[in-house]
C-alpha cells in the first residue's frame, strides 16, 4: 500500500510552481494574461474533459456497500455532475452523488485541479510580480500553515476535528476546514516550486532522474509513523517531506542532464507523457476494483492478486491509450488552431 501517496498531491504541486517559473516569468511581454490562460486552459482541461466522460461511463458499475446511492441516480443527475466535473464546480455533500460527501462525486481527484488553476490565476495575478524576498516571506507564512497541520496546531481554530489530524490529508471536501486545507495543500508547495525556480537552485548528482525517481516513491511509500498512539511523529515526517525532502528532489531533477535516446531519457518521456492522463484516469478503476472487493469478500488471496495487477495494467493501458488517442492530438489542435490566433508564433 502506498501509505503517503496523497503527498504526490504537494510534490506535484511543488513541481507545478517549479514549472510555471521557469515556463513563463520571462514571457509575460510577448505573452499576456490572454495567451497564459489561453496555454494554461490548453494544457489542463482536454484531460479535465477525459476525466468527466470516463467518470460518468465507469459510475454504474462502482457502487457497492461504501458507495451506497449509485444505483439510485437518474441518469440526467449523472449528466449533470459530468458538466460540474468539467466546469470544476464544487459541490456541498448535499449534493453528492457517490455516498462519499466529496467535492467530485465521479473522479475524485479532480478537486485538486480546481486549486491548481487558482493556483496559476494567484500566479499570473500576483506572484509573479513579487520580488524574491517577499515571496520567501509567503512561503515562510506557508510552512507555518503546514505545521499548522502537520503538526495538529489549530492555530487559527479552522480545522477542527476534520478525522485527519496531524495530517495533510483533506481539501476533497466543500466545508470551511478543507477549503483551508486545501489552500494549504496547494499554495505552500507551489511557491516551494517557484521559489526554486526564481533562484535556480540545482543539485548535481550522477544518476540524478533514478535518484530523484527511487527517492519520491520510497518517501510516498513508508509506512505510516506513530500510528495512533503518536501520530504527530508522522506529521513531523509528512512536514520534513513538504518543507525539506521535496525541494530536494527537485533540485536533484533540475540538475541532472539524461542523454537523449538512452533507456533513462526514454522512460523519463514515457513517465511525463502519462503522468497526468494517468492521475485522472485512475480514480474511475480504482471505485471499480474498491466494489469489486466489497462485493467479494470472501475471494481468496490469488485472486485478489490478480484484480489488483489487472487494475493496475487497466490503468497505464488507459492512461497510455488517452495520451496518444486524444490528448496529444487535441491540444496539437488547439495549439495550431486557436493558441496561436492573434499571438506571435515566437512566443510559443
Not at 500510528?227 to 512536514?239: L, N, P, S
Not at 485472486?303 to 492512461?319: G, K, N, Q, S
Not at 496561436?340 to 508564433?345: A, E, I, L, S
Amino acid at each position: 500500500m502506498c501509505n503517503h501517496g496523497y503527498l504526490g498531491v504537494e510534490f506535484f504541486l511543488v513541481l507545478s510552481g517549479f514549472v510555471m517559473g521557469y515556463a513563463y516569468d520571462d514571457r509575460w511581454n510577448s505573452m499576456g494574461f490572454v495567451g497564459f490562460a489561453k496555454r494554461r486552459l490548453v494544457r489542463m482541461h482536454p484531460l479535465i474533459l477525459w476525466a468527466a466522460l470516463l467518470g460518468m461511463m465507469m459510475f454504474y458499475y462502482t457502487g457497492g456497500p461504501s458507495s451506497n446511492m449509485v444505483d439510485d441516480i437518474p441518469w440526467w443527475l449523472l449528466l449533470v455532475h459530468g458538466l460540474i466535473t468539467l466546469f470544476l464546480i464544487p459541490i456541498p455533500s448535499s449534493v453528492d452523488i457517490r455516498g462519499w460527501g466529496e467535492i467530485n462525486s465521479i473522479n475524485g481527484p479532480v478537486w485538486t485541479l480546481m486549486y491548481e488553476y487558482v493556483a496559476n490565476l494567484l500566479y499570473a495575478f500576483v506572484l509573479r510580480f513579487l520580488p524574491k524576498w517577499l515571496l520567501a516571506i509567503c512561503l515562510l507564512a506557508g510552512l507555518v500553515c503546514v505545521a499548522d497541520l502537520t503538526f495538529n496546531l489549530n492555530l487559527f481554530g479552522i480545522i477542527g476535528t476534520r478525522g485527519y489530524e496531524y495530517s495533510m490529508i483533506g481539501g476533497f471536501y466543500f466545508n470551511g476546514s478543507h477549503v483551508y486545507v486545501a489552500f494549504v495543500r496547494t499554495l505552500c508547495p507551489f511557491l516551494i516550486g517557484l521559489m526554486l525556480s526564481r533562484c535556480g537552485w540545482k543539485l548535481a548528482v550522477g544518476q540524478g532522474f533514478w535518484v530523484a525517481a527511487i527517492g519520491l516513491f520510497a518517501l510516498l511509500m513508508l509506512p505510516y509513523l506513530g500510528k495512533t498512539d503518536f501520530r504527530i511523529v508522522d506529521g513531523i515526517y509528512q512536514f520534513v517531506c513538504i518543507a525539506l525532502l521535496f525541494p530536494l528532489l527537485l533540485m536533484m531533477g533540475a540538475g541532472s542532464t539524461i542523454k537523449g535516446g538512452c533507456f533513462s531519457h526514454k522512460f523519463c518521456r514515457f513517465l511525463g507523457d502519462i503522468s497526468y492522463p494517468i492521475y485522472l484516469t485512475n480514480y474511475p478503476f480504482a471505485y471499480l476494483e474498491r466494489s469489486w472487493v466489497e462485493t467479494h469478500p470472501d475471494a481468496p488471496l490469488g485472486t485478489r492478486v490478480v484484480v489488483f495487477i489487472a487494475t493496475f495494467l487497466m490503468i497505464l493501458f488507459a492512461a497510455w491509450a488517452v495520451y496518444r488517442l486524444y490528448d496529444l492530438p487535441v491540444r496539437t489542435w488547439l495549439r495550431n488552431h486557436w493558441l496561436q490566433r492573434g499571438t506571435n508564433p515566437n512566443s510559443q
